[in-house]
């Protein structure tokens, strides 16, 4: 099974971005999903988390309010909606299954990753 993610992109200050997350391979109706980012120097950090079945999420504190996860398990993918973004949220993000807490070792499986890059 893989993860792929995609949607990532150059935008100004205060601006939006959606990113998708795609698994294929294999259903994971049954993982929960989330959304990490690094930027170069410093560890993963831990953006959001969603339930299997959508109804539980976990937000980082830097990001609650702005952005929003989701996710179709009919599509086997996640989205994080992100909306008034900040020059420090420029990262590159990754997608991951297998829970949807804030621990990354947790997770077993991860995409490769989509660069955003905010204007200030």
């Known amino acids: 099974v893989q993860l792929q993610a995609c949607g990532g992109g150059l935008v100004q200050a205060g601006g939006s971005l959606r990113l998708s997350c795609a698994a294929s391979g294999r259903t994971l109706i049954s993982y929960g999903m989330g959304w990490f980012r690094q930027v170069p120097g410093k560890e993963r950090e831990f953006v959001a988390g969603?339930?299997?079945?959508?109804?539980?999420?976990n937000y980082a504190d830097s990001v609650k309010g702005r952005f929003t996860i989701s996710r179709s398990n009919a599509k086997n993918t996640e989205y994080l909606q992100m909306s008034s973004l900040k020059p420090e949220d420029a990262a590159v993000y990754y997608c991951?299954?297998?829970?949807?807490?804030?621990?990354?070792?947790?997770?077993?499986?991860w995409g490769q990753g989509t660069q955003v890059t905010v204007s200030s």
């Open positions: 991951a299954a297998g829970n949807y807490d804030s621990n990354y070792r947790r997770y077993n499986l």
């Open positions: 969603i339930s299997w079945s959508g109804a539980n999420m």
